[in-house]
């Protein structure tokens, strides 16, 4: 069964799927054990985990890798990140033709011009594309993919970029029209007011994605009780969970002269061993070394 169908089967059996954001295979190996029921390679936490801005640096190349090494050591769907789709249509079609193969459940393409900038960021230049122009990067989506249970979610920036929930939700229909099949709202707003209000004014068929970040009053719980959405996307709590971690500990070791105060804080090798997998090596190891 594709990861496209596994993840359109979950939300069919629960209304609504929770997908953590990851980095790397590590990241969604965990994100996996926890519990999530899908993989958000996210371009935040990968421009991140490379000390560099979410503005467009991050290549497609670099990104597709960790999203491939993250489908393997999850299992789980992935819904990759793909930002603008890397340029134009064309640049689209080749994006979707790599990431299907590399075993992708979903892409989500922003209607932001390349090189785009983070959607968080204050006073960040967010411009929008043209609605044509975006359609035809929908359009290009759609008509590339090979197996129709892979998902093209579009992503619609008009919130982001100040322009209002008339304009969200008139390009919203325009990125159904042409053939999403579901549509990405985000809002940077501190409280959840600016999508409630826009998941309840949209009437389109395609269910609605979110990523509350900006305001975590927005609970699964809120979520289903507007109905209409059918993924909530945790956008960057493994990257900064990771930086809280390291952050305390590397300060409490230079603090203490040493690791016995961390050691009790943080997992043992032990447990890397078994998230490494070397359970099986040792198992193999009696097996075929002669
Ligand atoms: C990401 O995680 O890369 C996202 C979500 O696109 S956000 O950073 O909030 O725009
Ligand atoms: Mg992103």
């Given at each position: 069964m594709s990861k496209g169908r596994q993840l359109k089967d979950r939300i069919a059996e629960r209304g609504l799927v929770q997908v953590m954001a990851g980095h790397s295979p590590l990241s969604a190996r965990l994100a996996a054990e926890a519990g999530f029921d899908g993989i958000w390679a996210s371009g935040f936490e990968l421009s991140a985990l490379h000390?560099?801005?979410?503005?467009?640096?991050?290549?497609m190349t670099q990104h597709l890798e960790t999203m491939r090494a993250m489908v393997e050591a999850s299992g789980l769907p992935v819904v990759a990140?793909?930002?603008?789709?890397?340029?134009n249509a064309i640049n689209v079609i080749h994006a979707i033709e790599q990431y299907e193969r590399a075993g992708a459940a979903a892409v989500v393409i922003e209607d932001?011009?390349?090189?785009k900038v983070t959607s968080l960021i204050a006073g960040g230049r967010q411009d929008l594309l043209r609605v044509e122009e975006f359609q035809g990067k929908i359009e290009a989506a759609c008509a590339t993919r090979r197996d129709p249970d892979f998902l093209v979610i579009a992503r619609c920036e008009a919130l982001i970029a100040g322009l209002g929930e008339a304009e969200a939700l008139a390009r919203s229909a325009a990125y159904e029209e042409a053939g999403a099949d579901m549509i990405l709202i985000h809002s940077k707003q501190k409280t959840p007011d600016e999508v409630e209000s826009y998941v309840r004014a949209w009437r389109g068929k395609v269910p609605i994605v979110v990523v509350p970040t900006a305001y975590p009053e927005f609970t699964v719980e809120r979520m289903k009780a507007l109905g209409k959405i059918a993924v909530a996307i945790w956008g960057n709590h493994a990257i900064r969970a990771a930086v809280t971690a390291m952050q305390r500990v590397f300060r409490q070791i230079l603090d203490e002269g040493g690791i016995r105060g961390a050691d009790r804080d943080i997992v043992s090798v032990e447990e890397i061993f078994r998230l490494q997998g070397m359970d099986r090596v040792k198992q193999d190891e009696k097996r075929f070394l002669r």
């Open positions: 000390g560099l801005p979410d503005v467009s640096l991050v290549t990140d793909i930002d603008t789709g890397f340029g932001k011009s390349f090189p």
